[in-house]
């Protein structure tokens, strides 16, 4: 099984790709095979232009960059994606690559008078965001229940593509023996076991 691992911090010594580099040692463990999509590295543009618009109205073909990710997550048995916690959502780069890659007609279809066809549901989702504050802040304001409304529910949930684990690593754990490493790896070493339940369902 394949799992694409997509990755949206700009720093390469990043915790976020730290974090990444653990979780695709874990996926090996386990018999897989990965690919890591470094959005930053890779320069993936992320603004949503006139062009995506025409796609999304049909009006014309997506463009060559959205149906080569498309491709790659066509490709994988699994989707992860690690990044940091900005402003208690995802970066910009990785909403932006959602936006634009999770396309009306690929990711669901929502014709006018028609109701919306979520066209994921064989994608299992791993979430694994990195954040800077402690748990105590998370859970004072509710920071991470409503990220997982907005993302889980808001974007994976309308295309159909089940959320098997949304996780929340925070860097107060850095001091401990296993952070990130083995904390990485099991979460790598999990992702298909997750997404063999999805095919017998």
Same mark, same amino acid.
């Given at each position: ?21 653990? #979780?695709?040692? %874990? ?9 890591? =999509?470094?959005?930053? $590295? &890779? @320069? ?48 910009? #780069?990785?909403? %932006? ?9 690929? =990711?669901?279809?929502? $014709? &006018? @008078? ?67 490493? &083995? ?19």
């Amino acid at each position: 099984m394949h799992a694409l691992i997509v990755v949206s911090h700009p720093e390469p010594g990043s915790l976020t790709h730290n974090v990444a580099a653990h #979780l695709a040692e %874990g996926v090996t463990m386990s018999g897989g095979s990965f690919e890591i =999509a470094d959005l930053a $590295a &890779e @320069g993936f543009d992320p603004r949503f232009t006139q062009a995506d618009l025409a796609a999304h109205r049909r009006e014309e073909a997506p463009s060559a960059d959205v149906t080569a990710e498309q491709a790659r997550i066509d490709r994988a048995d699994v989707l992860v994606l690690v990044y940091p916690v900005y402003w208690w959502s995802m970066p910009g #780069l990785l909403k %932006g690559w959602i936006d634009r890659v999770f396309a009306n007609g690929w =990711a669901y279809d929502d $014709a &006018e @008078g028609a109701k919306v066809v979520k066209k994921l549901h064989h994608l299992p989702i791993h979430l694994v965001a990195i954040g800077g504050a402690d748990m105590r802040t998370y859970a004072r304001h509710g920071y991470f229940g409503a990220m997982r409304t907005q993302i889980d529910h808001g974007i994976f949930d309308y295309c159909g593509a089940p959320v098997m684990a949304s996780e929340l690593l925070l860097e107060e754990e850095l001091d401990k023996p296993d952070f990130p490493s &083995e904390i990485a790896r099991k979460i790598g070493r999990n992702v298909f076991s997750t997404a063999r339940k999805t095919e017998a369902a």
